[in-house]
């Protein structure tokens, strides 16, 4: 129903206004009538009407100000302007107003009819608009935790490409090329001093994952993992704080993260704690999640622990280089030569040109970089240990007198644990691959599915998914698919079953589904490929 307002002091107006739209609109609109200015501002706040025949020359409060007054609190509302008084100065405020149209008395019944219909159009796009936007939302609103739950997995375990991770940042609108984490720990209220896992607590916190989400985000604009344990992971997109910046982003934090625990356990019975870690870019956020998770076991007396607050575990001269160290192993385990030896590099020049004169000290580093890269090799690259390997190192470090003969072996050997790291991962790859193809060839006849296959390979579906793509140059529909429609030409060649009876042989329980697939895929028909092998043949 459409709510429609007339307004006008004469009320042989308003009679022929009510005939003409009850006459060519029945059943459609609610009417309702104002002759005063005030009147109108009234019935504009209780009936909420859609649309509004407005006269300009109202009793006390003019039409023109009505209107001007309605607008403040409803943007959608639709004036139609109806009046015997044809001034520039009134012509100018309705457009200002943004009246839909201005009609001149003596009415016509042709236009009005014609721009009363141009209204309901606009009501019902803006009502089509609105529910458009509140599915949405509503469609956002179930997707949003899945995505938030993805970006933080992806950060974490660093499984994601820089690719997909813009796409996380895009779908949920982060600016930031770094952030923090924070752990929410939880348990039993009698439990606070151990914080052991407790089944029952775990099931109450995830029936009122609603309340804990909604209590988070009051206090801090990240993304809310799921509950996994007795942990909740929160990702804070958050810049890089300058050196001055860095204690008042802490104190700030921590002062939100008090007042975010004391309203969870106001929410939920159960007894909350938090761990954060400190600001990292989004390729190094694992670094935060570690620090979260090490506040959490180093000070267990607190409710929140930020990691800046701990004490120093590690203490370095003051410019050692501690991020290139990081950053070069991290590399090496990845298999990333170009990274490892550019973070090497850049190290290997910080001993140089600080400590060139302790000859000894700079050989020493860089036989622990090797022996270091070479135990990553050997603990995820799949290298094979020997004990007698090394024999050589100590008498080949010692005898290199320059820098560049130094730096040169350096290089070679971190080179030869990234290859061998990456030969071992392409190895394990590819045998799984083919696992999976094999799998694929014995059971294309089956109701295959992404799951299941990676299931049999022990792959998560997200990896599998991904990895089979850069070893096929297809996806696994595409490649299933294929190998179906092999199977198929095969035996339309080759057998003269039905056609019903091959789209089954071939995986495909509905010939119709079968036939379009086939010539989407070949180009044409399975009547027309057998028919054009009989011919050539």
């Known amino acids: 129903m459409y709510k429609i307002l007339i307004a006008d002091d004469e009320s042989i107006m308003i009679d022929a206004l009510k005939f003409i739209i009850e006459h060519h609109f029945p059943n459609q609109c609610m009417i309702e009538c104002a002759s005063t200015g005030r009147k109108v501002i009234e019935l504009a706040e209780n009936f909420r009407p859609h649309i509004v025949f407005m006269d300009i020359q109202m009793p006390g409060i003019n039409g023109i100000e009505a209107m001007k007054e309605i607008r403040k609190s ?45 209204a309901m159009d606009r009501v019902d796009a803006v009502k089509k608009r609105r529910s458009e936007e509140l599915s949405n939302r509503e469609k956002l609103e179930i997707v949003s935790p899945i995505i938030e739950n993805g970006l933080i997995y992806s950060l974490i375990y660093e499984n994601a ?13 982060i600016e930031a090329d770094a952030g923090y984490i924070m752990s929410i720990q939880f348990a039993e ?17 995830q029936k009122d994952y609603g309340k804990v989400k909604d209590v988070v985000k009051a206090y801090f604009d990240g993304c809310v993992g799921a509950v996994m344990g007795n942990m909740i992971l929160v990702f804070v997109p958050q810049k890089q704080p300058s050196q001055d910046e860095e204690y008042t982003l802490r104190i700030t934090t921590i002062n939100e993260a008090r007042k975010m625990v004391r309203e969870l356990r106001r929410a939920v019975d159960a007894w909350f704690r938090v761990g954060i870690g400190s600001v990292k870019d989004l390729s190094n956020l694992v670094e935060s999640y570690n620090e979260a998770m090490r506040s959490l076991t180093a000070n267990r007396t607190e409710s929140v622990v930020h990691v800046k607050d701990l004490p120093a575990v590690q203490n370095y001269e003051e410019d050692y280089p501690v991020e290139e160290e990081t950053l070069l192993f991290k590399n090496v385990e990845s298999g990333d030569v170009n990274r490892a030896t550019f973070h090497a590099r850049n190290f290997f020049q910080w001993m140089v040109s600080h400590h060139g004169e302790d000859w000894k000290d700079v050989q020493l580093k860089v036989l622990e970089f090797v022996l270091r890269a070479e135990q990553i090799g050997v603990e995820t690259g799949g290298m094979s240990y020997r004990f007698s390997m090394r024999s050589e190192y100590l008498d080949v470090v010692e005898n290199m007198a320059s820098p560049e003969a130094l730096y040169d072996w350096l290089i070679v050997k971190l080179t030869n644990v990234c290859h061998g790291i990456l030969a071992k991962r392409e ?9 999976a193809k094999n799998y694929i060839e014995e059971n294309y006849s089956k109701d295959l599915i992404l799951d299941e296959v990676s299931r049999q390979m022990q792959i998560s579906p997200y990896y599998f998914s991904k990895l089979f793509r850069k070893k096929t140059g297809s996806t696994f529909i595409e490649y299933v698919t294929n190998v179906r429609m092999e199977h198929a030409k095969d035996l339309l060649r080759n057998t003269n079953k039905s056609m019903k009876e091959i789209s089954i042989e071939v995986g495909y329980s509905d010939a119709n589904y079968f036939s379009r697939t086939f010539k989407k895929n070949v180009g044409v028909t399975p009547s027309e490929y057998k028919d054009g092998k009989n011919a050539n043949s």
């Open 74 to 118: 409803n943007e959608n509302m639709i004036f139609i302007v109806v009046s015997a008084y044809l001034k520039f100065d009134y012509a100018k405020d309705a457009i200002n107003i943004g009246v839909l149209d201005y009609i001149n008395k003596p009415i016509e019944k042709e236009v009005i009819i014609q721009v009363l219909q141009k």
């Open 427 to 435: 190895e394990s790859t590819g045998d799984v691959i083919q696992e």
């Open 161 to 173: 490409h820089m690719g997909e991770l813009n796409n996380y940042k895009t779908l949920l609108g």
């Open 189 to 205: 209220v009698n439990q606070k001093e151990s914080m052991e896992y407790s089944v029952g607590t775990t099931v109450r916190v």
